[in-house]
């Protein structure tokens, strides 16, 4: 069992009294916290310069969110454990988490037993998301994220592309292949995403689940 006192942490959140609250809770609770960010830039630097084993961020940040920090700092190799702190409780955000492979995902209203639940699960390899969320949420954003994953990487690219506003026409000259290959492609997206409604049904459903297509 690794003592408190060897993880190393460090807290990123934009509001100082919560930062305060949560430093002073591990702290007492006799957890090395290494370093605390206010912006997201400031949290990506720490986790990339002291290393630490557990990084606790909030979502919503100047420069860079939470979510932009894990990914940021994955591409850079880090061995960091990533744990959201949020108030978010919708599909998305949880679908955006699995995405990114996230370690825990734990609501700012848990109890600090939560928390410490969640950072031994941590240590331990397994993926916690806090027992305030409705089991059918998450639930839904793994079947989600399955479908996503049905998607071949030319369906992929172009889910993203809608995304930025591509017409078929656009599509159809950015990727080289004909407007009849690119509805066919669409078409397999509908079909794998079990997507329901008109013309724009893909349109409107990208632009929904933006967040989690750019990252996927």
């Known amino acids: 069992?690794?003592?408190?006192?060897?993880?190393?942490?460090?807290?990123?959140?934009?509001?100082?009294?919560?930062?305060?609250?949560?430093?002073?809770?591990?702290?007492?609770?006799?957890?090395?916290?290494?370093?605390?960010?206010?912006?997201?830039?400031q949290a990506l630097e720490l986790v990339l310069k002291l290393k630490p084993t557990i990084?606790?961020?909030?979502?919503?940040?100047?420069?860079?969110?939470?979510?932009?920090?894990?990914?940021?700092?994955?591409?850079?190799?880090?061995s960091t454990k990533f744990i959201i702190l949020s108030y978010h409780k919708e599909i998305d955000y949880i679908t955006k988490a699995k995405t990114l492979q996230l370690n825990g995902?734990?609501?700012?209203?848990?109890?600090?037993?939560?928390?410490?639940?969640?950072?031994?699960?941590?240590?331990?390899?397994?993926?916690?998301?806090?027992?305030?969320?409705d089991n059918l949420a998450i639930e839904n954003a793994s079947e989600e994220l399955k479908r996503l994953k049905l998607l071949t990487p030319s369906e992929v690219t172009i889910l993203k592309l809608i995304v930025q506003g591509m017409t078929n026409t656009e599509l159809s000259d950015?990727?080289?292949?004909?407007?009849?290959?690119?509805?066919?492609?669409?078409?397999?997206?509908?079909n794998k995403l079990e997507i329901e409604g008109g013309t724009n049904a893909v349109i409107n459903w990208a632009l929904k689940h933006k967040d989690v297509i750019i990252d996927f």
Do not use: W
């Not at 209203?109 to 969320?133: G, M």
């Open 1 to 41: 069992m690794i003592k408190k006192e060897d993880i190393s942490l460090i807290l990123a959140d934009d509001h100082p009294m919560l930062l305060k609250g949560l430093y002073d809770e591990l702290s007492v609770n006799n957890y090395n916290v290494v370093g605390q960010a206010n912006n997201g830039m």
């Open 55 to 78: 990084a606790l961020l909030d979502i919503d940040m100047p420069l860079l969110t939470g979510f932009e920090v894990v990914k940021m700092a994955k591409e850079k190799g880090t």
């Open 105 to 133: 995902y734990l609501l700012k209203e848990d109890s600090f037993f939560e928390i410490e639940r969640c950072i031994e699960a941590v240590l331990d390899d397994e993926i916690y998301f806090s027992n305030s969320f």
């Open 174 to 190: 950015n990727l080289g292949v004909s407007v009849r290959t690119v509805e066919k492609h669409r078409s397999n997206i509908v």
